[in-house]
């Protein structure tokens, strides 16, 4: 037996969970081996003055002091957006979104006749996948074809973030 294998099993020799034989092999082993010896005693006056610490019991009554101490604490209120900062965000962003539609970069009509055109496909996809699944009585089938979509969906948005750099034809101006 070498130190590790006997280190392993130590705890259950020194619980006296071993056979016999394993047992044996590891008193074998310690009589040989001095490091394992000192573990072996080490571990043993650990588990003595372990034994000898008494538990610590709560006085009476304890938890309900400490629900009552709890119970009396101010309730916390919540967090609050301040009403003129959720203004000033939103006519921010709309003001942004005026400005760059009124100096023709961003040209809306394409944007949104793109984004519409993507949309039916996946509605069209999911409409047979449905038909078929409900046809055949298959549930699990549609169920699948649902998160095959959702997948397909995923995909399409970090594709769509990936590529959109390269997609200068929804630009007001821009060489198609």
Not at 98 to 117: S, Y
Request: aromatic residues 8%; positive net charge; glycine residues 8%.
């Amino acid at each position: 037996m070498n130190c590790s294998a006997c280190e392993a099993r130590l705890a259950a020799y020194l619980d006296g969970e071993l056979s016999a034989r394993d047992a044996q092999a590891i008193e074998a082993h310690m009589n040989s081996c001095a490091s394992c010896r000192v573990l072996v005693n080490d571990l043993r006056a650990v588990e003595i003055k372990l034994q000898g610490l008494r538990g610590v019991e709560p006085r009476p009554g304890f938890d309900v002091a400490v629900m009552a101490a709890i119970a009396a604490l101010p309730v916390p209120k919540p967090a609050r957006l301040r009403l003129r900062w959720f203004v000033a965000y939103v006519a921010a962003a709309w003001a942004v979104l005026i400005t760059l539609t009124v100096a023709r970069v961003i040209d809306w009509q394409h944007a949104f006749a793109a984004v519409a055109i993507e949309l039916g496909k996946v509605a069209a996809a999911g409409s047979t996948v449905l038909g078929v699944g409900l046809r055949l009585h298959l549930t699990t089938f549609v169920g699948a074809g649902i998160g095959i979509e959702m997948l397909v969906l995923l995909v399409g948005a970090f594709a769509l973030r990936r590529f959109y750099p390269q997609m200068r034809g929804w630009f007001a101006g821009a060489p198609a």
